[in-house]
């Protein structure tokens, strides 16, 4: 049942990086994204064809593990634990997972916590049902824009990792117009990445992209049995983050 969101298939001519992927600008990311050549987007999804485990090979989601990364966000050191809970919440009528995301420095001051919503469909396909995030800033001030969830002020349902990821697939993450609308575009599979937590592989790479931050696009390397292993900026400010520890 899975609706595959890959609404173009674009040749773009590609400049090899240090990084093993390819660099492209955010328009180029943005139009290899879009969302049926300007129509709407609006996944219809049958909540009968859900499965309860999320096992995809390249986004587990056991209940219980505990995944550690460190690195650097907007200037300063980050700790970031993501933990996939036991609770769960219905989503237009899907049991999505809770996983609770919480960034702290390394001496623990709150920088965000947000819990996520996913589900996987009986293809394998895994998919994102909302988000509730807050960043917490130096003076105590809190930020809970990008907010969103599936089915409530036209918010609508998006991938975060198909079933069998393919180059170039391109699809919606996530959209709430104006708060949520992060897009992926697969760009390389094979071959393995040495990260603190060890060397892993054969992995998945992907190019990230936001209208909402039209100069910035990310890199994300996922492997299998693990998720997500390693995040950088290849435009915008640099940030990164690698998996050190997992547990569960």
């Known amino acids: 049942m899975t609706i595959r969101m890959v609404h173009r298939r674009t040749v773009v001519a590609l400049a090899a990086t240090a990084t093993g ?13 879009s969302s049926n050549h300007g129509g709407a987007y609006e996944p219809v999804l049958d909540p009968a064809n859900f499965v309860s485990a999320i096992d995809n090979p390249y986004y587990p989601l056991p209940v219980g593990r505990l995944l550690v990364y460190k690195g650097v966000r ?29 960034a702290k420095t390394p001496d ?40 969103w ?8 349902p998006g991938i975060i990792m198909e079933a069998n990821p393919r180059i170039p697939d391109a699809y919606r993450q996530e959209y709430l117009k104006g708060e949520a609308e992060d897009t992926a575009w ?11 937590y060890g060397t892993v592989g054969p992995v998945l790479k ?43």
């Open 74 to 102: 907007d200037g300063q050191l980050q700790i970031d634990k993501v933990r996939v809970t036991d609770k769960t919440r219905v989503i237009e009528g899907i049991t999505a997972t809770t996983v609770s995301d919480i």
């Open 206 to 248: 992907s190019l990230e992209h936001t209208a909402l931050e039209p100069n910035v696009v990310d890199l994300k390397v996922y492997a299998p049995g693990l998720g997500i292993v390693k995040e950088k900026a290849l435009a915008g400010d640099q940030e990164v983050a690698k998996l050190v520890r997992v547990r569960g």
């Open 186 to 196: 697969i760009t390389g599979r094979g071959g393995q990445v040495t990260i603190p």
């Open 21 to 33: 992927v390819a660099l492209l600008t955010p328009m180029a990311i943005a139009a290899a994204t």
């Open 149 to 156: 969830l599936a089915g409530v002020n036209d918010g609508e």
């Open 108 to 147: 623990g001051t709150l920088l965000e916590k947000t819990r996520d919503w996913y589900a996987q469909d009986n293809e394998g396909t895994v998919w994102y049902l909302g988000e509730d995030t807050a960043s917490y800033g130096s003076s105590g001030q809190i930020d809970t824009s990008g907010s």
